[in-house]
């Protein structure tokens, strides 16, 4: 079935200093998503892409989805403590009823 | 407008007994899916409903059950409790069938002692 790695699992940086994480998936994908979960809370949806090379940008947040819509990233720049918790991509598969598969994160700390 | 909110929040449950979670999503939502999170394998899709019918399930043994109602309220039920099953259990309702962003409750924390 289909699979969505991301790495890194884990990334601690000092604030200020850049981020990205990335997703792979093992077959093409109509569209992936990207979540944030705060420390002891829950995911909260950050982005849908859809197109192949799509590029789409929320302030410090840069999302790629990749030309043959298998991968995808996440970059922060100028991270801040603010940006802390775990981020997940989460992509489904070409046809009307796959379901939407998520990656296992990457943890995200923020030194000050 | 309220989120989507999960009951119980917390709960405790011995091996072998059973357990039942609800989750009454947004207003207007008619698709509830439902995701275990434990640390090692983050989150795993259980299964969707919309419109009270199963249309997609995850790879969990039939132990894992759940249903939707014609308000769109949905449960889950867990038999015969295993230590593993210690988890955070998620709920996530979407208006449309397998397309949209999920708006996730808080989850009901499981420990299974």
């Known amino acids: 079935g289909q699979q969505v790695m991301q790495i890194p699992q884990y990334q601690h940086v000092q604030e200020g200093e850049d981020f990205t994480t990335y997703c792979n998936s093992s077959t093409t994908l109509s569209n992936i998503q990207w979540y944030k979960q705060r420390p002891g809370g829950h995911p909260v949806f950050l982005i849908q892409l859809v197109k192949s090379g799509e590029v789409k940008k929320q302030k410090r947040l840069t999302f790629q989805f990749g030309e043959a819509k298998k991968n995808s990233s996440l970059h922060i720049t100028a991270t801040q403590t603010t940006d802390v918790g775990t981020y997940f991509c989460a992509g489904r598969g070409q046809g009307g009823s796959e379901k939407l598969v998520f990656g296992k994160g990457t943890k995200l700390t923020v030194n000050p | 407008k309220a989120g989507v909110t999960q009951t119980p929040r917390y709960l405790i449950k011995t091996r072998g007994q059973q357990v039942t979670l609800s989750c009454s999503p947004i207003?207007?939502?008619?698709?509830v899916s439902w995701y275990q999170q434990t640390p090692g394998q983050g989150l795993q899709f259980l299964f969707e409903y919309f419109s009270e019918t199963q249309r997609n399930k995850g790879n969990f043994p039939g132990r894992f059950s759940g249903r939707q109602f014609s308000n769109s309220r949905s449960e889950m039920n867990v038999s015969t409790l295993e230590l593993g099953d210690s988890a955070l259990y998620l709920c996530?309702?979407?208006?449309?069938?397998?397309?949209?962003?999920?708006?996730f409750g808080e989850g009901s924390r499981l420990t299974v002692l």
């Open positions: 207003s207007g939502h008619r698709s």
């Open positions: 996530a309702s979407r208006r449309g069938y397998n397309t949209g962003e999920l708006f």
